[in-house]
């Protein structure tokens, strides 16, 4: 076997190498997981000060709070819609841009730039597009007869921060998309073109299985993303609202602890919360562990 | 009628053309091989024939039909490839069924031809229900033969299907390939660089090069009698040697640039003057103690049953194949002569085409 570690003749020089990024994770990842994790115990005075050990108190708080138990079937629906959106049409586009043959190129670089976007900017891209008074695309709804107002509507506030989060995951996903459908090797949707296959038939019992390795890791990331990174989306957009419409988990979180000053609720719902997304990846994981690899 | 027609069938990519009208029939059940050096087109053909490459000029019919604007599947064939191309997400049964299942056979059906295939290609029931990346080389290509024969088509194609197997199991391929062609008699066009699977597999050879069809004949005509200076340098291993001459004013005799004096065949008139290249094969030369070519030993190769002397002088390089084993040594002399009634070969040396129709005996 050849020695395929880098091999370093000081023990200070990786230590070194590596401690940056070890002082990063611990400054802004476990120290605030952790305290996170201690105040969830506590119930803490509104303008700090005093503290109590309240014990598992603020956790079973959350099943009598409607408005959380709402939060959590809105994160659901949210969630679900914005991966669901964000896989399909990175796979379109892909899809598409694999068979283009003159401006290929453009079209792919094109399509990643999204990706370079900020979610809180891109939100108020969306915002300003689909702004009631003055957006383009609002303008062009009216015209074709549907009131657009998702200041008021519930259903389509929803719409507009799922198109907004996903759009930005979109160019994340084409990308890994692209790099899969390029390693499909051409032999086998000719040998599929041969046995009769159709060019629908061949992405479905060929293609797209083939790729199944690239969609469960993507699956995995959206929903991480949809969980967490949309914070800014929904905070540029809707806040929330209307009427909570649009109130997923994390701004639940922030709201509770920022705004509703419960800084111990909000820890516990921060906990549950990492509790969900940790147990959906080990899942996730272990299914895809188990799948044949190619 | 022909199974196979191919009517001045051209393939460009843009400005570049791969393919110069080609035009060949292939009979109903048989063998043919397609041979020639890599970018010869002979893979393009194959894939036009196929669908898979679209098809600039000229027709290819199978069964008597056109099949230009045709999809791959209307053309009723089925294609083994170099890599196999088997689907690695699906069992081997499920390889075999696919294609099957897309016709809407019924399952018992798709079934009994499957067994019938196992039957055939001595795969292992219990294999059935593997992965392709569980099986080994000799394994998959059987597989993927399967996958073509359950189906039944008119037409099999074979793309280079054994340069990815190690050369004992290339040995066995071979004549697997061979005895499956004679069991289902099943017109076949099998594309391949490799000499002995040229000589070997079909009943007659196609020799390409450059986008042109060289020669079209039975293997062993093909290596009696090549019809250019191409294929008589490309069929045959070690390589034919060649020599540049001129025909003496007599017309009997060629001399060589070296000086060397060899009769012509008979069979045809030459115009004295011309400018010829002499062809001979390793195994027509032999070493003998007065002779018109005079070497030195290069070095020499001992096969077992032959050895191969590599030799030179300022004329160039001549390989001859000597029986048994050989004791010369690097930088001997040696003196090697055409043996007795052994053919040499005459290509004109401008249009590279061979001169005379016998198959050239010398005179002495």
Not at chain 1, 159 to 164: D, G, K, P, S, T
Not at chain 2, 1 to 25: P, Q, R
Request: charge should be neutral; include cysteine.
């Amino acid at each position: 076997m050849i020695e395929r570690r880098a091999v370093f003749s000081h023990r200070w020089l990786p230590i070194a190498l590596v401690a940056p990024q070890l002082a990063v994770t611990a400054v802004f990842f476990l120290w605030p997981a952790y305290e996170t994790v201690v105040s969830a115990f506590y119930v803490q005075g509104a303008f700090g000060g005093s503290e109590h050990f309240v014990g598992l108190h603020n956790f079973t708080a959350l099943w009598d709070n409607a408005s959380y138990l709402h939060s959590f079937g809105i994160t659901l629906i949210f969630s679900a819609a914005t991966t669901l959106l964000a896989l399909s049409v990175s796979l379109l586009l892909a899809v598409n841009a694999n068979r283009a043959l003159r401006g290929a190129k453009v079209y792919q670089a094109l399509l990643a730039w999204p990706y370079a976007v900020a979610p809180a900017i891109a939100g108020v891209l969306w915002l300003f597009m689909l702004n009631p008074s003055v957006g383009l695309l609002a303008r062009a709804l009216d015209g074709l007869g549907v009131p657009w107002d998702f200041r008021v509507n519930g259903t389509q506030a929803m719409v507009l921060v799922v198109m907004a989060s996903a759009w930005r995951q979109i160019a994340y996903n084409f990308l890994f998309f692209l790099a899969a459908l390029q390693s499909v090797p051409s032999s086998l949707i000719e040998a599929a073109a041969i046995d009769g296959a159709g060019p629908i038939r061949r992405f479905w019992t060929i293609v797209f299985p083939l790729l199944s390795p690239t969609t469960f890791f993507l699956l995995v990331i959206d929903l991480v993303y949809s969980f967490f990174e949309t914070f800014g989306v929904i905070d540029t957009v809707t806040q929330g609202g209307p009427a909570n419409a649009t109130n997923i988990l994390v701004y639940q979180v922030f709201e509770t602890g920022f705004v509703g000053l419960d800084l111990g609720g909000s820890a516990a719902q921060s906990v549950v919360l990492m509790l969900f997304i940790i147990g959906l990846t080990v899942l996730q994981f272990r299914f895809i562990e188990g799948r044949v690899r190619y | 009628m022909a199974a196979i027609e191919f009517e001045k069938v051209k393939k460009a990519y843009g400005s570049d053309a791969v393919l110069h009208g080609i035009d060949l029939a292939v009979d109903k059940g048989e063998f043919l091989i397609v041979v020639g050096p890599s970018g010869c087109g002979k893979s393009t053909l194959l894939r036009m024939l196929a669908g898979l490459e679209e098809i600039s000029d000229g027709t290819i019919s199978i069964g008597g039909r056109v099949v230009n604007k045709l999809e791959p599947r209307e053309r009723d064939i089925a294609m083994v490839f170099q890599n196999y191309a088997l689907y690695p997400h699906m069992s081997v049964y499920n390889n075999m069924a696919y294609g099957l299942k897309i016709r809407r056979m019924p399952k018992a059906e798709i079934k009994a031809r499957i067994d019938k295939a196992v039957e055939i290609l001595q795969l292992d029931p219990a294999m059935l229900q593997r992965r392709p990346r569980q099986l080994s080389g000799g394994q998959r290509q059987r597989v993927a033969m399967g996958r073509a024969i359950v189906r039944e088509p008119s037409v099999f194609l074979f793309d280079e299907p054994l340069s990815n197997l190690d050369a004992k199991l290339r040995v066995q391929m071979r004549i697997e390939i061979k005895r499956l062609h004679q069991l289902l008699g099943i017109t076949t066009l099998y594309v391949t660089h490799d000499q002995v699977e040229a000589m070997t597999l079909g009943e007659r050879l196609v020799v390409m090069n450059g986008g042109h069809i060289e020669q079209v004949g039975p293997p062993s005509e093909v290596y009696d009698w090549p019809a250019t200076r191409f294929v008589a340098g490309f069929i045959g291993s070690p390589a034919m040697n060649f020599m540049a001459g001129t025909i003496d004013d007599s017309g009997e005799y060629v001399i060589l640039e070296g000086g060397e004096r060899l009769a012509l065949p008979a069979g045809a008139a030459y115009a004295a003057g011309r400018a010829v290249d002499v062809g001979i094969r390793p195994e027509h030369l032999t070493a003998v103690a007065d002779g018109p070519f005079s070497l030195s030993v290069e070095l020499v190769e001992n096969l077992g049953a032959d050895s191969l002397l590599h030799a030179y002088n300022e004329q160039g390089a001549m390989i001859c194949r000597l029986p048994g084993h050989s004791s010369l040594l690097p930088g001997q002399r040696v003196t090697l002569d055409v043996m007795r009634d052994a053919p040499i070969h005459l290509f004109d040396s401008e249009t590279q085409r061979r001169l005379h129709s016998g198959s050239g005996r010398s005179n002495g």
